[in-house]
């Protein structure tokens, strides 16, 4: 990972350090509405995320479960643009200290302008990008434009990822690698796959220091085995299910429940 300073690596440290490991909640932008989205969030820190992850609605979002690819065509439908999402950065980041990382797809970015959107997206506070179907490979133009601006970049790793693809993401990402659990779409599922396990460990032999894992994490039960062996866990679909069926005081009760699981993993370490 790069040398400059990342403030979501640092949350991520520090979490460990006190004995847990770090909550990462996704929530889309706009969904039911610009203001509630922003509500969500703020709610989310207030009750024990440590990382904020916000989705930038998108037409075709493929590799969305069904829970947050209704959420995000209902936002789209409301009238949703780009300039939604760095308005509600601004106004999340106003009222806590979490880290707020975007979940995009590439296209919307390309279409902005890389540099624009990355110069945009550092103005309004937001911390880096998740991009999830874009490559290193591929991201020449978001690696120079986050250097020069500072920005996290969190790439993805998958089971199916070879050694060398694992070490291409890991060299890439600036934040943590976005550790995918299972093969497919996004959702809550009833038991986390043990290939998000295997995964980490072949991270972690090649030299991976900050692995955080998504896709089917809804329990506080799951979120204490993840950070048994990962950095940091990520919870989606279910924050937006509890979005969707009681709004943003159902978020923040869900948020209470998931951080309980994120306390006390290992003994913390001793200032140094």
Not at 47 to 63: A, H, W
Not at 72 to 81: D, I, M, R, S
Not at 163 to 187: C, H, K, N, P, W
Request: with cysteine; glycine share 12%.
């Amino acid at each position: 990972m790069s040398g400059t300073v990342s403030t979501v690596q640092q949350t991520i440290a520090r979490r460990r350090a006190e004995g847990g490991g770090a909550l990462i909640g996704y929530l889309p932008v706009g969904f039911p509405t610009l203001t509630e989205s922003i509500d969500a969030a703020v709610a989310l820190v207030a009750n024990g995320v440590d990382v904020i992850e916000l989705g930038l609605p998108y037409s075709d979002p493929v590799m969305d479960g069904p829970v947050i690819q209704a959420a995000t065509q209902q936002a789209l439908a409301n009238g949703f643009k780009l300039r939604h999402g760095f308005e509600a950065i601004k106004a999340i980041t106003a009222q806590v200290d979490a880290p707020v990382l975007v979940m995009t797809y590439w296209n919307p970015v390309v279409q902005y302008g890389v540099e624009r959107f990355a110069d945009d997206l550092r103005a309004s506070g937001g911390a880096g990008l998740i991009t999830p179907d874009l490559i290193p490979d591929e991201a020449g133009d978001w690696m120079a434009a986050s250097e020069r601006t500072g920005l996290d970049r969190v790439f993805l790793a998958a089971p199916s990822s070879s050694d060398a693809r694992l070490v291409q993401a890991i060299e890439a990402s600036r934040g943590f690698v976005y550790t995918v659990s299972t093969m497919g779409t996004t959702g809550a599922r009833a038991g986390v796959d043990a290939a998000a396990r295997i995964l980490v460990e072949r991270l972690r032999a090649v030299g991976c220091t900050s692995a955080c894992v998504g896709l089917g994490i809804s329990t506080p039960e799951q979120v204490r085995e993840i950070l048994g062996y990962a950095d940091g866990a990520i919870v989606g679909s279910a924050l937006v299910k509890a979005l969707t069926d009681g709004g943003v005081p159902a978020v923040a009760r869900l948020a209470l429940e998931l951080a309980a699981g994120a306390q006390n993993i290992r003994p913390a370490s001793s200032p140094t």
